[in-house]
């Protein structure tokens, strides 16, 4: 279990020197472990032999660019995933949470801002007591659904021959949403405000990207969907038999 800023491994991949150059120092100072690269070539060997634990990671590299990173290391590895984007690339953001990454921040950005993010979802990546304040006991057992379950400690989803797989942040907080109002049909600016400590704008699709990922691993068939509704119009339901 990592308890401290020093048990955890942070790789900042920038290639502007100064933006690389000052969240290295700032990270530095909040007490993690920092690595750095100003480009992606055998980013996924490295984070395997040197055991990084969060990748900061910005979209607009050159040469394999930060979207092509995401999939490939979505694809090999749990590790957490920051992307760091442009104020223009929302079709970007939106691909990157698509393809798998945990968070997204807007450059310029804060350091601060970036300081929390990290350690938030650190915190839920390792912390065996997070809890969502609503419901202690049904995220204290985990769920159970048609065969699945759902492990909240880990942010994982076990399918029913067993295969465990980690979500990300915003696939993990939306499926969990859903299934705590099993039957109840939410609506995306409800959804929406389960899945972002940021400010949001009425046209973000990240909830409809996120329904669509979840349904591709949960091998519900958007055409004729069984555990994920869609209300058309009003929002999304979750409609299999779960318990705790």
């Given amino acids: 279990m990592k308890h401290t800023p020093a048990d955890i491994h942070i790789l900042i991949v920038e290639d502007d020197l100064a933006s690389r150059s000052l969240l290295v120092s700032y990270f530095e100072q909040a007490g993690y472990r920092v690595s750095e690269a100003d480009n992606a070539d055998q980013l996924n060997k490295r984070i395997s032999q040197e055991s990084v634990d969060l990748v900061l ?27 760091v984007t442009s104020k223009g690339d929302e079709i970007d953001r939106i691909v990157g949470l698509e393809l ?29 007591d997070a809890r969502d304040p609503g419901d202690n006991r049904r995220q204290h057992n985990g769920y159970a659904f048609e065969g699945w379950q759902l ?22 907080k939306l499926l969990q949403t859903l299934i705590h109002h099993s039957g109840q049909v939410l609506s995306r600016d409800q959804l929406m405000d389960a ?20 349904r591709r691993k949960l091998g519900d068939n958007p055409s004729n969907p069984q555990l994920i509704l869609t209300a058309h119009g009003a929002g999304y339901m979750f409609a299999g038999s779960s318990t705790s």
Wanted: aromatic fraction near 6%; charge should be neutral.
């Fill in 100 to 128: 798998g990454a945990d968070d997204y921040v807007t450059k310029p950005f804060n350091p601060r801002e970036l300081l929390v993010r990290a350690k938030n979802l650190l915190w839920r990546m390792f912390s065996p």
């Fill in 151 to 172: 492990d909240p400690h880990k942010r994982q989803l076990v399918s029913p021959d067993g295969r465990p797989e980690r979500l990300p942040e915003g696939e993990f």
């Fill in 57 to 83: 990671l910005d979209i607009n590299l050159p040469g394999k660019d930060g979207l092509t990173v995401t999939r490939e290391l979505r694809a090999n590895s749990p590790v957490g995933i920051i992307l």
């Fill in 195 to 214: 899945i972002h400590d940021r400010e949001w704008t009425p046209n973000d699709r990240s909830v409809d990207v996120l329904i669509g990922r979840l």
